[in-house]
DNA sequence: TGCTACGTACTTACACCGTAAGGTCGGTGG
DNA sequence: CCACCGACCTTACGGTGTAAGTACGTAGCA
């Protein structure tokens, strides 16, 4: 009766692919198998496709794996709980890493990308709204993004391409955009558009100043352990 | 005159090949076009071989992978600074950031391999060296380990494996005899076999760890800058 | 001297990978 | 009705890591 696909006796029919249903089936492979298992070939096995029929919805593997990373980072959770700022932060880094500690393969996918996807910027977004909200300063929240994120994420990662192909005009033109939608992120990349020239950020000036904190909080505790 | 080896004339005959040409080698073209043209084939090209010649001085790409990066964590340079734990500690990590900087394949493929190479240990040894010269106790400085290599490192690697198919005992065996060769990370690594239990190290607790200090590092710049 | 054993390098072959190019359907809008 | 289009499949190409088997120069020893 109803509309069957190819030679298939009108009854088997399976519900039609869609991106969605090939990422998921890609991230429930990685969590199974391990990233190394997630091919083209294997991924069509499970969804019972050719490999070739998923580059209909994919536009690649890196693509896949673009889309499979930032689903991740979607599923973080997000809600804000009630405290000073330092509470709330705590609990939203550590809700974070819990979600990549149950996608093992996560960390590794992410810290490969060289772009974040939109929901990534969402939750430096939610991260960073709830520093400037604490009272730090742009500047401050701005290195504690770095910080951070290579804390969680395991590596840090730009918001921009380092390429300084772009002039700083188009660069905070872009920060003014990204403001509408994430305005805490788009604070400070605007404020990083001004003073960096370039629109980028100075990576070593961010290693050092997360390796300061660092070296800081543990003479603090040397001390207080000492007394 | 000179022995020729198969069919070559005699004169052009190339110096034979070493694990260590192998993996200078593979680092070379690593640093050049990037990790991932590092193939076994391209790797023989290099070197005027065929690929399946490598394998005599190599087990296998992961061990290649894993020669390759601890040949890079060996350059790390270890002259000790005059001056106070602190600057002492921040001089190292810097020197091993710039290592790392200058091949940017590194850090993802140590964070990819499972276990830390005898370099790596060294380097360790170092950094725990100079946190108990210091005044740290055993325990901070294991803490300080995990945080800073995962600041330098892009990861958290511990040093032994996670599995717990191994009993105390063993372990404390294994830490002693560590001890021997690293005083430093054979201290922490007998001490956390004792406390632990299983001779692992608690992420959760390492991973909370880092980030009060950095929470806590925040909060005084905030109130710094208030001020 | 001759013979053996061994290490080095080569050849071949296999199973897998990502994906370019093109074919074949069924459903839909003109 | 038909032309189109999007989902899917088929085939094929050049790449990957590496298991297995082979050839050969050299070292050790009789």
Redesign the interface.
């Known amino acids: 009766m109803t509309i069957a696909k190819h030679g298939a006796a009108g009854e088997d029919r399976r519900e039609p692919l869609t991106r969605g249903r090939v990422v998921d089936a890609a991230i429930d492979l990685a969590d199974r198998e391990g990233i190394d298992a997630v091919s083209m070939r294997k991924l069509g096995l499970v969804l019972g496709v050719e490999a070739m029929s998923l580059y209909t919805h994919v536009q690649g593997k890196d693509d896949l794996l673009d889309a499979m990373a930032d689903a991740v980072v979607a599923t973080i959770p997000s809600e804000p709980i009630d405290g000073h700022w330092?509470a709330q932060?705590?609990h939203t880094?550590?809700g974070a890493?819990s979600t990549l500690?149950g996608h093992r393969w996560a960390?590794?996918v992410i810290?490969?990308r060289t772009s974040p996807g939109p929901a990534t910027i969402r939750y430096m977004d939610t991260v960073a709204g709830i520093?400037l909200a604490?009272?730090?300063?742009v500047d401050?929240a701005h290195h504690?993004l770095h910080?951070?994120g290579?804390?969680v994420l395991?590596?840090s990662q730009d918001l921009y391409d380092d390429k300084s192909d772009v002039d700083p005009a188009a660069t905070a033109a872009m920060a003014r955009e990204l403001s509408k939608v994430f305005p805490s992120v788009g604070a400070i990349a605007l404020a990083a558009s001004h003073e960096g020239g370039l629109g980028g950020c100075d990576?070593d000036v961010e290693?050092?100043f997360?390796?300061?904190?660092?070296?800081?909080?543990?003479?603090?505790?040397?001390a207080r352990?000492?007394e």
């Open positions: 330092q932060l705590r880094i550590l890493r500690v960390a590794q810290g490969a520093m604490g009272g730090l300063s401050l504690s910080v951070l290579s804390r395991g590596f990576d290693f050092a997360g390796l300061d904190l660092i070296i800081q909080g543990l003479e603090l505790q040397r352990a000492i």
